[in-house]
């Protein structure tokens, strides 16, 4: 068993979820090399401390470049806010380290291009956390797509909904609001909810092509936490756009932080010639399936056809042979678990797992031709290939 080394910076709510991957992932997984929590580091000594007593790091820094510069480091994870993705990134590739960013992958793609480069220069492995695309349903779908029981593809439409930001006294910037804080963030619903949406989609059903948007900011102005002054809000606080794949299906997605009474739904669906699949994160163990055309090729007879609800737990299904006995579910925290074993599996057998820096970038061409759209209310050509 070799050391796998991790320099973690950020304490937030993905250091945690990265935290417990890591601690995690030999437990479960049958792989060559052993998560060793190295150190943990933010700017904040006290609040750092606190993070690595909890979740077992050996030593605390608070200058990111005194980690990315540090012997006894293989891999940096980035989960810091992401004006901070570009320089860390591109630091960590010069000195050599492994690379784990959290999404998305920067603010702009201008930011996020050379961060490719340089990873790619270097030769270091590289992921971007988009981590529902390792929900084993979402998985499953894609095996589904990829055995052709949908078909030719007509439509994708998802969305991902929260409410957490309606009340203007909830302040932007600082280390717990900086989602809001367009300086901090790049964009709002776009690059926090609506990239995941899209990494799953493009994954799924191909290159996104072309789109037109309509954003929206509710709240104009909020206090500034650091500032301690009322500023003009920068960020999407919803983002509703139509899109056009590379394989001709259209495309339909919304995202906003105004949906009263909704913490995290997050769906789609995806309609083919033979066949439809649906999914809900609020029920993440179950996919849903409309069998039209069989493998066979013959039609469900029209008596029996009707929309199956496959509870994704049995051994077959994806990652769930390293889990429990069928029927017993796993949860969102795993979602970790199963991307950090494909990023280590991908370091042990020579094949990258996804997606990595290059495939983010795709994700980020889309989110900027959106937010380009929000702006000038035209169809906007995205760029992104795959
Ligand atoms: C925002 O509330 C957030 O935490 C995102 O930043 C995550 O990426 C998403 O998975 C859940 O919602």
């Not at 992401?82 to 591109?90: L, P």
């Not at 439809?276 to 056809?305: C, N, P, V, W």
């Amino acid at each position: 068993m070799k050391e796998l080394r991790v320099g973690m910076i950020g304490y937030g709510f993905m250091g945690r979820a990265h935290s417990n991957a890591y601690k995690r992932l030999t437990d479960f997984f049958p792989v060559q090399h052993k998560p060793v929590l190295k150190a943990a580091c933010a700017r904040n000594a006290e609040k750092t401390r606190a993070f690595a007593d909890n979740w077992g790091y050996e030593r605390v820094e608070t200058d990111w470049r005194r980690l990315v510069g540090a012997q006894d480091i293989d891999l940096i994870d980035i989960c810091a806010p992401n004006d901070m993705h570009h320089d860390i990134a591109i630091a960590a590739a010069k000195a050599g380290k492994m690379i784990l960013c959290e999404k998305p992958l920067a603010r702009t793609v201008a930011e996020a291009e050379p961060m490719v480069t340089a990873v790619e220069q270097a030769g270091v492995a590289n992921m971007v956390w988009f981590n529902y695309r390792r929900v084993p349903s979402i998985t499953l779908a894609r095996q589904l797509i990829d055995e052709g029981r949908i078909g030719r593809v007509f439509h994708f439409r998802s969305n991902f909904l929260q409410d957490w930001t309606i009340s203007p006294d909830v302040p932007q910037g600082g280390a717990g609001l900086w989602r809001l804080d367009v300086q901090a963030a790049g964009s709002g619903v776009t690059g926090d909810l609506l990239a995941h949406n899209i990494d799953t989609a493009m994954w799924l059903n191909g290159p996104i092509t072309r789109v037109v948007a309509r954003t929206e900011t509710f709240v104009k102005q909020r206090q500034h936490v650091l500032t301690g002054k009322v500023e003009p809000v920068g960020i999407d606080d919803a983002c509703l756009f139509i899109a056009e794949f590379a394989n001709g299906s259209l495309g339909l997605f919304e995202s906003t932080r105004y949906a009263r009474g909704h913490k995290a739904l997050k769906t789609f669906e995806i309609n083919g010639a033979d066949g439809s699949i649906a999914f809900d994160l609020e029920e993440m163990e179950y996919l849903d399936f409309f069998e039209y055309k069989q493998s066979s090729g013959q039609t469900t007879e029209s008596h029996i056809r009707g929309w199956r609800r496959i509870h994704v737990t049995n051994s077959e299904h994806p990652y769930m042979d390293r889990y429990w006995v069928p029927g017993l579910v796993i949860g969102y925290e795993h979602t970790f678990l199963n991307a950090l074993a494909d990023f280590v599996k991908g370091i042990e057998s020579g094949k990258p797992a996804q997606p990595d820096f290059r495939t983010a970038l795709q994700t980020q061409k889309v989110c900027e031709a959106v937010l380009e759209s929000g702006r000038t209310g035209q169809w906007i050509e995205t760029g992104a290939t795959l």
